[in-house]
């Protein structure tokens, strides 16, 4: 069960965000300030308490929290993003997680990792080697989890920006999956949902608690995640995705 989420209000810099889809223009400031308002609602309803922090518009990605940091059962590791123009990120996110956590840990450099490259699946924690994350922030991270009596393992990433771009784990051993992730045989064992080429997006869900979220837009996701049992809440992301943002990395929940 989450019961905390923490959040960080975009600034009118987010139009500045980094994307690798210009294609699809720049992002509306205002809708994106309704769907992020319609997003931390939807995680309240899931019953988790939303920590809002304030907009920092040095930052045109600092509404992506989840990449700043990775939220376990023992203890908070701040990341170390390897994006240049999100270096210093991590450090806004240090007092916040302090009010939760007594224990914290660093990645230190020249380890790199963004928290949108790990997934957690109970104790066990796939990360993912991206232009985002090195090895050696990855196995930073797996000799922490260690530390702490879980584990972690490695994931090559060649196409997708991050690990949950293309990956969620819904719990109850299901796992979305799309993309160069379908054959990787670490994943062999879960019960997989395919995600269809054209709805690539939308495998970037969340469960939180008893719920799924869901991206606006990908019909067949949607219902593909209703008929294995899920409840769903969409929310439409539709600003975010255009500077490569998506439903988990708008959040840390824990
Ligand atoms: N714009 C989010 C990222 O690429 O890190």
């Given at each position: 069960m989450f019961k905390n989420a923490i959040v960080r209000r975009p600034g009118h810099s987010l139009v500045n965000g980094i994307t690798s889809a210009p294609e699809l223009g720049k992002p509306d400031y205002g809708l994106a300030i309704k769907q992020h308002d319609a997003y931390i609602a939807a995680l309240k309803s899931c019953g988790v308490e939303v920590t809002v922090l304030e907009t920092d518009e040095r930052f045109p990605d600092s509404c992506f929290v989840e990449d700043v940091a990775v939220c376990t059962k023992k203890f908070a590791m701040i990341?170390?993003?390897?994006?240049?123009?999100?270096?210093g990120e991590e450090k806004e996110i240090i007092e916040v997680i302090k009010k939760f956590y007594n224990n914290l840990e660093y990645i230190k450099e020249p380890g790199t990792l963004e928290g949108g490259d790990v997934m957690m699946v109970g104790d066990h924690f796939y990360i993912g080697l991206s232009k985002r994350t090195n090895r050696e922030g990855a196995e930073q991270l797996i000799e922490v989890?260690?530390?702490?009596?879980?584990?972690?393992?490695?994931?090559?990433?060649?196409?997708?920006?991050?690990?949950?771009?293309?990956?969620?784990?819904?719990?109850?051993?299901?796992?979305?999956?799309?993309?160069?992730?379908?054959?990787?045989?670490?994943?062999?064992?879960?019960?997989?949902?395919?995600i269809d080429e054209e709805e690539i997006y939308s495998a970037n869900c969340i469960r939180v608690n008893d719920y799924v979220l869901v991206p606006a837009g990908?019909?067949?996701?949607?219902?593909?995640?209703?008929?294995a049992g899920f409840k769903v809440i969409v929310v439409d992301t539709s600003e975010y995705r255009k500077v490569n943002g998506g439903l988990s990395c708008l959040s840390l929940r824990f």
């Amino acid at each position: 069960m989450f019961k905390n989420a923490i959040v960080r209000r975009p600034g009118h810099s987010l139009v500045n965000g980094i994307t690798s889809a210009p294609e699809l223009g720049k992002p509306d400031y205002g809708l994106a300030i309704k769907q992020h308002d319609a997003y931390i609602a939807a995680l309240k309803s899931c019953g988790v308490e939303v920590t809002v922090l304030e907009t920092d518009e040095r930052f045109p990605d600092s509404c992506f929290v989840e990449d700043v940091a990775v939220c376990t059962k023992k203890f908070a590791m701040i990341a170390k993003p390897g994006a240049s123009s999100r270096r210093g990120e991590e450090k806004e996110i240090i007092e916040v997680i302090k009010k939760f956590y007594n224990n914290l840990e660093y990645i230190k450099e020249p380890g790199t990792l963004e928290g949108g490259d790990v997934m957690m699946v109970g104790d066990h924690f796939y990360i993912g080697l991206s232009k985002r994350t090195n090895r050696e922030g990855a196995e930073q991270l797996i000799e922490v989890l260690e530390k702490y009596g879980m584990s972690g393992s490695i994931v090559e990433i060649s196409e997708m920006l991050h690990l949950k771009s293309g990956l969620a784990y819904l719990e109850d051993d299901v796992l979305l999956v799309t993309g160069e992730f379908i054959n990787i045989l670490e994943f062999k064992k879960f019960n997989k949902i395919m995600i269809d080429e054209e709805e690539i997006y939308s495998a970037n869900c969340i469960r939180v608690n008893d719920y799924v979220l869901v991206p606006a837009g990908y019909p067949k996701t949607k219902e593909k995640i209703k008929a294995a049992g899920f409840k769903v809440i969409v929310v439409d992301t539709s600003e975010y995705r255009k500077v490569n943002g998506g439903l988990s990395c708008l959040s840390l929940r824990f």
